[in-house]
């Protein structure tokens, strides 16, 4: 039964990329994190978040138009952002320094897109891959990192056609809370907010 299942919809799903106009692209652009101020003490330190920087992102899209109105907007874009952390060692003289931790992602985009007229509108959920990081909290000997493989956001936002040219403007959340990777000592930290961010792209379509 539940082959016969997956079967039918692989089917209809070929038909519908049958009768679909397809394009493809290339997209980039900046992404701004937003994370609160926040503090967490363990084993005699204090982290505190002080500042998220911008990101830069790079990849490709390609764009299944069911009909005048509705398209498919599937995207793989890889993602390097960094986030400054202010951290006092209480044992070790660490006293106000900033560090920082720098990671990158495969960014793997499914949007659901309405367009009206050259505006469109569309919303999607992300899917997270880890690539690499390199952080300076290393420099804490109890310091470790351990990312997840994969996690899952959503993104929801504008964008704008001119010729070939592909404009968008989309806000992301996440379910996962932000500090998840990392570890003091053994004990798990967790901030208690998710980690948002602006993704600001320009695209161009073959």
Avoid: C
């Avoid at 209809?12 to 290339?26: C, E, N, P, S």
């Avoid at 900046?30 to 101020?37: A, T």
């Avoid at 990671?103 to 569309?122: I, N, Q, T």
């Amino acid at each position: 039964m539940k082959k016969s299942i997956s079967l039918t919809t692989a089917f209809f799903l070929l038909v519908f990329a049958a009768q679909a106009q397809v394009r493809f692209g290339i997209r980039s652009g900046l992404s701004s994190s937003q994370l609160s101020s926040e503090t967490i003490q363990s084993n005699g330190l204090s982290l505190a978040i002080k500042d998220a920087s911008y990101g830069f992102h790079f990849g490709v899209f390609g764009r299944l138009k069911f009909n005048e109105r509705w398209y498919l907007q599937p995207e793989a874009v890889l993602n390097s952002t960094s986030v400054d952390f202010e951290v006092t060692d209480f044992g070790d003289g660490f006293q106000d320094k900033v560090l920082t931790e720098k990671y990158r992602h495969l960014d793997l985009p499914l949007m659901v897109g309405y367009k009206l007229g050259p505006l469109r509108l569309e919303a999607g959920p992300t899917g997270h891959v880890y690539v690499a990081s390199k952080s300076e909290l290393e420099q804490i000997g109890s310091y470790d990192r351990r990312f997840n493989d994969f996690t899952l956001g959503y993104q929801a936002g504008v964008g704008l056609d001119l010729w070939k040219l592909t404009l968008d403007l989309r806000h992301e959340g996440n379910f996962d809370r932000f500090g998840d990777h990392m570890s003091i000592g053994g004990q798990q930290v967790n901030f208690s907010q998710r980690p948002t961010r602006w993704v600001m792209s320009v695209g161009f379509s073959f």
